[in-house]
């Protein structure tokens, strides 16, 4: 059973627009939700990571949207470049229980020039 | 500081036969885990260890063993290759408290014909 749902699979966004990536999850116990970036042959990289006592978190172009009440949180790219084009991860981890990352089934985004 | 290195890169097994995924930390990193990363379905946790000697199973461990005998090592073993097995391998570490990124070697591309 999938406890964290990512969709869309995958995403094509013009140069300069806004790329939306949405995550659902089930279990309240979820205390950490980080995004990780992929780039074709490598492994994933930390991009960007929040805690349900905040609604939003920016850095950079790169903003995570919360909603606890929804369980739901949602990655923001603005101004996507062709340089973002990845499989994105969206994660949730209880830090209570050893640690472990429950990861989303990934989008992959293609951003054109 | 190399971070989190795996060995090979690239396999090719033989049903049956078997082998065993290498990492390697330079950290000193308590958390240590495997997952399986396959099309559509994200990262999959195999097994995950949060220390020398401890081990623990994750959503996948069928046909996998792994042992940590030091801190900075963690060796995923398949037993007896099946087809099921083909895919992409990624160990990752953390630190057990504090900060809670946790950091992906570059991956380990396993074809089992």
């Known amino acids: 059973q999938q406890q964290v749902k990512q969709s869309p699979q995958s995403l094509i966004v013009q140069k300069g627009g806004i790329s939306i990536i949405n995550c659902a999850y089930e279990?309240?116990?979820?205390?950490?939700f980080p995004w990780y970036q992929q780039f074709p042959g490598k492994g994933p990289a930390l991009l960007i990571a929040?805690?349900?006592?905040?609604s939003e978190k920016k850095e950079g172009r790169f903003t995570i949207s919360f909603n606890k009440s929804a369980k739901q949180f949602s990655l923001h790219i603005m101004d996507s470049q062709p340089g973002d084009s990845a499989t994105y991860f969206c994660?949730?981890?209880?830090?209570?229980?050893?640690?472990?990352?429950?990861f989303g089934s990934g989008t992959q985004l293609t951003v054109l020039p | 500081n190399a971070g989190v290195t795996q060995t090979p890169k690239f396999q090719v097994l033989k049903t049956g036969q078997s082998m065993t995924l290498q990492c390697a930390q330079d950290?000193?990193?308590?958390?240590m885990s495997w997952y399986r990363q396959d099309p559509g379905m994200g990262l999959r946790l195999i097994h995950y260890?949060?220390?020398?000697?401890?081990?623990d199973q994750g959503e996948v461990p069928n046909g996998y063993n792994v042992s940590r005998s030091t801190t900075e090592d963690f060796p995923l073993r398949l037993l007896s290759a099946a087809p099921s097995q083909t895919s992409v391998y990624f160990c990752?570490?953390?630190?057990?408290?504090?900060?809670?990124?946790?950091?992906f070697g570059q991956g380990t591309r396993l074809t089992v014909v």
């Open positions: 990752a570490s953390s630190y057990m408290t504090g900060g809670t990124e946790a950091f």
């Open positions: 279990n309240t116990a979820f205390d950490y």
């Open positions: 929040i805690r349900p006592d905040v």
């Open positions: 994660a949730a981890l209880d830090s209570g229980s050893a640690r472990q990352l429950t």
């Open positions: 950290m000193n990193h308590e958390y």
């Open positions: 260890s949060v220390g020398a000697g401890i081990t």
